[in-house]
């Protein structure tokens, strides 16, 4: 059981606190002309500025039974183009229970931290998992076919897909207190991944990966909304269902993250090329835990 346990784990958590698989450009298709002027969705557009972006901090756990299998943390920046999110500069930590290190040696740099930049459709990973495998010299992995912004969470507010979808599912709204300083309304409702996937296509292999039948796995989520109509905070909860060796197990995913500096100028810049390797250069395979950025079929 536990190395049913560990293989879930790893692979439920494998697309979400990496870059998912690059979306189509029809899918960053603008239509800013049709939004209304204090809508949250407008409002995020309008930020859509180059050279222009914001901060995050992020929090994470993957549970079962109450018991906490992964946890993690991460914080950095987006930066926008016109389009939307066209570069990020992250770094995560993760923290796995001792359930998992027990049954996987490869655990044993996941903990470390892990930064991450993604640049258009290019990915560089420095440190975590890849401690230990980089050549001597290179201190980054260069993966091709990624995109800036994704999110450890199916709920992604930076993407106005996933943002009009969401609030287009609203159950309630009421006073949300202050988040950084900002005085806020609380949005509160459900969706299910399936609706997630329909309103955005280029998010459907990374949502599609979360779950055994992911279409019907409903997500309850939490937006804290400026009087700016900027969104300061965002969480999400979603259980999960998948089967492995014969075993059905649960898992809750449970997100939290909040957002600062919105406008602010944001630069991401690659590392030196003599400090990059490839994917062909590592010593040795890429374990697959959910530092990782391969995701399952």
């Not at 018991?67 to 500069?89: C, E, H």
């Not at 740099?109 to 290019?122: F, H, Y």
């Not at 950084?180 to 509160?188: C, E, S, V």
Request: net charge positive.
């Amino acid at each position: 059981m536990k190395r049913a346990f560990l293989a879930l784990a790893c692979a439920a958590t494998a697309a979400l606190v990496a870059p998912a698989v690059a979306a189509p450009a029809q899918a960053q298709t603008s239509t800013r002309a049709q939004a209304p002027a204090a809508d949250p969705v407008a409002a995020l557009r309008k930020q859509f500025v180059a050279g222009h972006g914001v901060r995050f901090v992020s929090t994470g756990t993957l549970s079962l039974a109450g018991v906490t299998a992964i946890k993690y943390t991460s914080n950095g920046g987006y930066a926008f183009g016109r389009s939307g999110v066209v570069a990020s500069d992250s770094t995560q930590k993760s923290k796995y229970s001792e359930l998992l290190k027990d049954e996987n040696d490869d655990l044993k740099d996941a903990e470390k931290p892990l930064r991450m930049i993604v640049i258009g459709s290019t990915g560089y990973f420095s440190g975590g998992v890849y401690t230990s495998l980089l050549p001597e010299g290179k201190t980054w992995l260069r993966l091709p076919g990624l995109r800036p912004n994704s999110s450890a969470s199916p709920l992604n507010p930076l993407d106005w897909h996933n943002l009009k979808a969401v609030l287009a599912t609203t159950k309630a709204k009421g006073p949300g207190g202050r988040v950084n300083g900002a005085k806020t309304t609380l949005y509160r409702g459900t969706i299910t991944l399936g609706q997630l996937m329909k309103a955005n296509p280029g998010a459907k292999d990374s949502l599609a990966a979360i779950g055994s039948n992911p279409a019907k796995n409903v997500v309850s989520w939490k937006l804290w909304i400026g009087s700016d109509q900027l969104v300061r905070r965002a969480s999400a909860s979603v259980d999960l269902k998948l089967k492995s060796e014969g075993e059905s197990f649960t898992f809750n995913l449970s997100t939290d993250s909040t957002f600062a500096g919105w406008g602010r100028k944001v630069t991401v810049k690659a590392p030196p090329k003599s400090k990059v390797a490839k994917l062909s250069d590592l010593d040795g395979d890429v374990p697959e835990t959910s530092g990782t950025v391969i995701l399952p079929n």
